[in-house]
């Protein structure tokens, strides 16, 4: 599904559309001011060790103080200390009136013990001296204190994590955590844990890194009890947004000349442009900037109270226009923060229009009236690319569609390093796919026959013994399905991580390079089930190494379920929309507000699935289709090359002096031949240098697979 064209800007993405049901119980308060994740947090208040995962406005910040209060309150802690990655969110944790809602108690956090709040800039000098600070905390009778992540380190470094024996401590944005031994946060929770005198609350919005690593070691992680509530539960239940588009657009040439064609005035955007070091970047951020105001319209002046650039834009709006990249004036950059956390203008739509940034207003910025989350640049990390969708789908009145665009360059015929360049867009796609995943709604698989659940509506005709059933819950967004010959896990810890863990199981699979280039590079010389079952199947057992091999395959099973039905419930809503079937621009349609269920009832084959069928689908088919939207016929031929490349079947010697003359033809002639060259002998010699390529990889993962198989024998 594409976006429509608008009128200020004709130029439509390419992407995928979610709608949203728009229940409004995201937003909906119980009797003690609690909303549904809360909520659900709360009634884990008990735990030692709680790991919440929930998207972004989804209400993090108060869950903790609910269950902070508690454990001050009623089960004997000392004291809390909240930690957060930069300074900036430490607002999120002001006092707060909870008993007005309906609380037991009021979140107070007395002015010195803010440490966010404090004067300095954010860096490591400052971060030390707040050492005494923290130290006079611990020995003080007050309850709350909030620093940053560094700030933490440096104090237990110091003082040893003896000194926070009977205190909470809660991580928010846990993913910034490391089981790595280099990540020194990660590390010295491992030794919190190992010394077992404190409570800990880890909160995030993705319980995974860009870099792969693991956040948690196996060992630790089964010490936590997890309480997740999803993306999809979060749009679902809103009040006022329908639907988030998805989409990625490829360009030539400088991305400032691109912008005009995917930023339209009329949305509140926040631009995030490239890092310095980015391939897309021009090495001039402040050029940059001035390019994307002129593409906006004419500058006439900085307003002085706010700081925002003015800009009359070509319908005669004034845009303001806040300058998030400029640091060369700390005190114009300070009074452009101050004015858009202005909590007097939070509810304001008319404050800012649109937000550059440059490394900031991610996680833990808050501006409700954001509609369009424009990023410049391949984001290696999926965790950023969903902290930057989070800016976008705040619930505000009126707001009714959120985008995420992201703005790539494409490779061009002349680049040298095509293959690279056609990797970072492949590693764009993937991110893509993953976003699927992510914004999934939660699976309860059983074997067949297995019988209804609670709280499950199985149709008109109910549950039927031995019939096609498939469940959805209303209420939390849930499909019940049952698959032929499914497993189930056996340990309770399997179990869970069936029920809560499966996004970060598909991630891992799908942030896999090996799983990329078969799965996207080689798909006719690769078979689904090296995929589904071999690559799955290794990833699993190194996730999880402790669980029985019964544990793993059941786990595999439920992951390439959940990720292939997924795709199945997208290509059916795809249809349904371009019959006029439904979907988000549905006004009053029956499947309009509910597309999303509607179509993963919709399609039949998924009620016939069985291991067999789920294993033998090519988990990137659709990675295809969205390849083919959003590139044209000159990209398209560049991937092309590079997926013939892998076709070619020449012998190893043949390859070797092949690209000898390749060599040859490259100190003539200045480049390497060409794989799409008229002339036969130069594409032979090109494709000479991509077997010879090939080979060597192959050789190379044999050696890694022997030595792992030698490994496994010992």
Not at 201 to 206: F, I
Not at 367 to 375: D, R, V
Not at 527 to 539: D, S, Y
Request: with cysteine.
């Amino acid at each position: 599904m594409t976006n429509t064209n608008n009128p200020t800007n004709a130029y439509t993405v390419p992407s995928v559309s979610i709608a949203t049901a728009r229940t409004g119980i995201s937003s909906k308060a119980n009797a003690l001011g609690m909303r549904a994740m809360q909520e659900r947090a709360y009634a884990k208040r008990g735990e030692q060790y709680l790991l919440i995962k929930s998207p972004p406005a989804s209400g993090k910040s108060r869950a903790l103080m609910f269950i902070a209060l508690d454990k001050l309150n009623n089960q004997g802690l000392q004291q809390a200390i909240v930690v957060v990655p930069e300074r900036s969110i430490g607002s999120s944790f002001a006092d707060e009136p909870l008993s007005k809602y309906g609380f037991y108690w009021d979140w107070h956090v007395a002015p010195q013990w803010n440490l966010c709040n404090a004067p300095g800039a954010d860096d490591v000098r400052v971060a030390k001296s707040k050492v005494k600070a923290v130290s006079e905390f611990l020995t003080s009778a007050d309850r709350v204190l909030v620093c940053t992540h560094a700030t933490f380190r440096f104090a237990v470094e110091e003082l040893g994590v003896e000194a926070f024996d009977n205190r909470l401590i809660a991580i928010d944005e846990f993913h910034h955590v490391s089981s790595n031994p280099d990540n020194k946060l990660g590390s010295q929770l491992g030794a919190f844990i190992t010394h077992d005198k404190v409570h800990v609350v880890a909160m995030t919005g993705s319980y995974f890194r860009g870099d792969s690593e693991a956040v948690l070691s196996p060992a630790d992680e089964a010490k936590f009890e997890t309480v997740t509530y999803t993306y999809y539960e979060q749009l679902n239940g809103y009040n006022w947004l329908k639907s988030l588009d998805v989409g990625y657009f490829f360009y030539t040439g400088k991305y400032v000349d691109a912008v005009a064609k995917v930023l339209d005035p009329a949305l509140k955007t926040i631009v995030h442009i490239p890092n310095v070091n980015a391939r897309e970047s021009l090495k001039d951020k402040e050029r940059e900037v001035n390019d994307i105001m002129h593409a906006l319209g004419d500058w006439q002046g900085i307003d002085t109270a706010t700081g925002f650039h003015l800009i009359k834009a070509k319908d005669g709006r004034t845009l303001k226009v806040a300058d998030l990249v400029d640091d060369t004036d700390q005190a114009k950059r300070s009074r452009v923060l101050s004015a858009l956390k202005d909590p007097a203008q939070k509810n304001n739509r008319d404050h800012v229009d649109i937000i550059i940034a440059l490394g900031m207003a991610k996680e833990g910025f808050d501006w409700i009236w954001c509609e369009h989350a424009l990023t410049i640049g391949y984001r290696s990390s999926l965790t950023e690319i969903i902290q930057i969708i989070g800016r976008a789908t705040r619930d505000a009145e009126g707001k009714e569609r959120a985008r995420f665009t992201n703005l790539i360059a494409e490779p061009a015929a002349e680049q040298a390093a095509v293959a690279e360049a056609v990797n970072d867009m492949l590693k764009a796609i993937s991110a893509s796919l993953l976003m699927e995943q992510v914004l999934a709604p939660r699976y309860e698989f059983t074997p067949k026959n297995s019988g209804p659940i609670d709280g499950f509506d199985y149709g008109d005709e109910g549950y039927k013994e031995g019939g096609r059933n498939i469940g959805v819950n209303a209420q939390t967004g849930q499909i019940h399905l049952e698959i032929n010959g499914l497993a189930l896990p056996e340990s309770p810890e399997a179990t869970r991580i069936c029920k809560e863990d499966l996004n970060e199981v598909v991630t891992s699979f799908l942030q896999d390079k090996t799983t990329i280039e078969r799965g996207l590079f080689d798909k006719e010389n690769t078979l689904p089930e090296e995929l589904t079952q071999l690559r799955m199947g290794k990833i699993i057992r190194e996730r999880y190494p402790d669980l029985s091999n019964e544990d793993q395959e059941a786990i595999r099973q439920h992951a390439i379920a959940a990720m292939n039905i997924t795709q199945q419930a997208k290509l059916a809503l795809a249809q349904a929309d371009a019959a006029g079937q439904g979907g988000s621009n549905s006004e009053e349609g029956a499947q309009g507000s509910t597309a999303l269920i509607d179509g993963v009832r919709r399609f039949v084959n998924v009620r016939d699935l069985d291991i067999d069928l789920i294993d033998r689908i090519n988990p990137f088919d659709t990675a295809y289709a969205v390849l083919a939207k959003a590139m044209d016929e000159k990209s398209l031929r560049q991937v092309q090359s590079s997926i013939a490349a892998k076709k070619v079947n020449i012998p190893l010697e043949d390859a070797r002096e092949l690209a000898k003359r390749a060599l040859q033809f490259k100190a003539e002639r200045g480049r390497l031949p060409d794989i799409n060259s008229a002339d036969a002998w130069e594409k032979q010699m090109a494709e000479g240098v991509a077997a010879l390529a090939r080979y060597r990889a192959q050789a190379k993962a044999a050696e890694t697979q022997n030595q792992s198989i030698e490994g496994e024998s010992i």
